[in-house]
């Protein structure tokens, strides 16, 4: 197996690390200081992965100090550098060529094992990773690695980082979090994980970020998830969660980001939420969940949000478009694809601002309210339709529309717009205005 190479050249250096503690090593004597077999362990397991022309000694005399080398990470322990960390980059099969040997003595020094973006590594994830209980940070990221997760895994309780995203795992998440105090982010996205979320998700009281999105995880939130009380991520979209939110997620006051995306959740308890008690919210993804009913007023009062993801429910009634436009913040607003109705009455200068970040279309009953801009450039959203009456006129081939007369109050002037509409005789506005005639009357 492929990954086994790997994981034994990380052997070939901590070995050294061991076996340096007992006799009295060779130390370098330029830069930071550290055993020469260390080093030469460190250059060879380099080589290993880049070649026979890669010459670590000429490229970085001193790795540990002001020679650093990407990917390598040091720690100084009885004043001398070790190796903790070693971030695995693309490797080729046949690069190396080791005896697959048990590694269950690999160094406890070891406190971060990185394998990023190698499709090349294939199969279980080994048992044996459960005896680096020393390890803060295990990143599998997007190799090709499959089948269940040992269960020896719930051994890394000093863990604060816990990524195995981008794989083909399968089976269960262990349910074994009640160690994992330091914890700070769990990412087991975009794998093949089923079952229920493990309750003891709720006892990694230091969490920061979850994301469990793009599994094909049921069930409900488990209860403990309202303790998380320093949790800002929570991310769990397209899988098949049912529910137990309201009574949950509400509590969690430090989410900043909050993905429900694509799981069909239970509606009562979607519309039951007090969404203004969530005011730190910035990002909210709540699309294509079949949420029926109004759009919920208590989100006009989340002051910090930046996106506001709606799109692709069922909702209805109307959009309370002026509150939405008084956040300061807001610049990303979808809500296409619902059965929302009447009139919209953002302004222009939203309208700009949001650019393609709007989209409303997909709603037939939902029209914009005129708007009469003296931009050129105005563009209004696409498929949106102006919710003053069009006529047609014989052959179809040009529309006279006559925009309502806008008092000013501040000048007391009024102004009547007319507009020049081309339409296809298929009967499709364009959506530029190709031809705007103003006519101001003073009066
Ligand atoms: C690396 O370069 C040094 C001289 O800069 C040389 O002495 C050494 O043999 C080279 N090592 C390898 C493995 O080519
Ligand atoms: C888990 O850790 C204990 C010690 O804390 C150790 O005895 C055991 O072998 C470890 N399990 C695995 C599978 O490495
Ligand atoms: C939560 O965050 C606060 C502030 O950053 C910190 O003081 C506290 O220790 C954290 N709580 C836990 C359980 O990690
Ligand atoms: C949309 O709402 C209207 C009433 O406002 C209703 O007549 C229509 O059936 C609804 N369409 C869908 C697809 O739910």
């Known amino acids: 197996m492929s990954w086994i190479h790997s994981v034994l050249f990380l052997f070939l250096v901590f070995r050294w690390c061991i076996a340096g503690e007992s006799s009295s090593p060779e130390v370098t004597d330029d830069g930071a200081p550290m055993e020469i077999s260390e080093r030469e362990a460190l250059y060879s397991t380099i080589q290993g992965f880049l070649g026979d022309s890669w010459n670590g000694s000429d490229l970085y005399p001193d790795p540990c100090g002001w020679t650093p080398i990407q990917g390598v990470s040091c720690d100084l322990y009885d004043d001398l550098w070790y190796v903790t960390e070693l971030t695995l980059g693309l490797v080729h099969e046949n690069s190396l060529a080791c005896a697959a040997k048990d590694w269950i003595s690999l160094g406890s020094n070891l406190e971060s094992l990185e394998f990023r973006s190698n499709p090349g590594l294939i199969g279980e994830l080994p048992e044996t990773f459960g005896s680096l209980t020393n390890l803060k940070s295990l990143v599998v990221l997007e190799n090709g690695f499959n089948g269940k997760l040992p269960t020896s895994l719930c051994n890394l309780s000093s863990l604060k980082r816990f990524v195995l995203a981008g794989n083909l795992f399968t089976g269960t998440i262990p ?51 309202s303790f998380l009380k320093n949790l800002t991520l929570l991310d769990v979209r397209n899988n098949r969660i049912s529910g137990g939110f ?87 607003l979808y809500i296409h694809g619902n059965n929302l109705t009447g009139e919209l009455r953002f302004s222009t200068k939203f309208y700009e601002k949001m650019g393609t970040r709007f989209k409303a279309s997909k709603n037939p009953n939902l029209c914009q309210y005129d708007i009469v801009s003296e931009s050129r450039s105005y563009v209004p959203p696409l498929g949106l339709k102006p919710c003053s009456k069009m006529k047609k006129t014989e052959g179809g081939l040009v529309i006279l529309q006559t925009l309502r007369n806008l008092k000013k109050e501040e000048s007391s002037s009024s102004m009547s717009l007319m507009v020049t509409r081309r339409v296809l005789s298929n009967g499709l506005t364009w ?6 005639s103003l006519i101001v009357l003073l009066i």
Request: hydrophobic residues 40%; glycine residues 10%; charged residues 25%.
């Open 246 to 332: 309201s009574q949950n997620v509400e509590k969690i006051r430090s989410l900043t980001d909050l993905v429900l995306s694509g799981n069909p959740m239970d509606i009562d308890d979607m519309m039951g939420i007090k969404w203004e008690n969530m005011g730190s919210l910035v990002v909210l993804d709540l699309s294509k969940m079949g949420l029926r009913g109004d759009i919920p007023y208590g989100l006009t009062k989340l002051k910090r949000l930046r996106f506001l993801g709606l799109n692709d429910n069922e909702l209805t009634g109307t959009v309370p478009s002026k509150e939405l436009e008084t956040l300061p913040c807001l610049g990303a």
């Open 431 to 436: 959506d530029l205005l190709l031809e705007l």
């Open 175 to 225: 349910d074994c979090f009640n160690g994992f105090k330091d914890l700070l982010i769990l990412d087991l996205s975009r794998n093949s994980f089923s079952g229920t979320l493990p309750s003891t998700i709720g006892e990694m009281v230091s969490l920061l970020k979850l994301d469990l999105s793009n599994n094909q995880l049921e069930g409900k939130l488990p209860q403990g998830i």
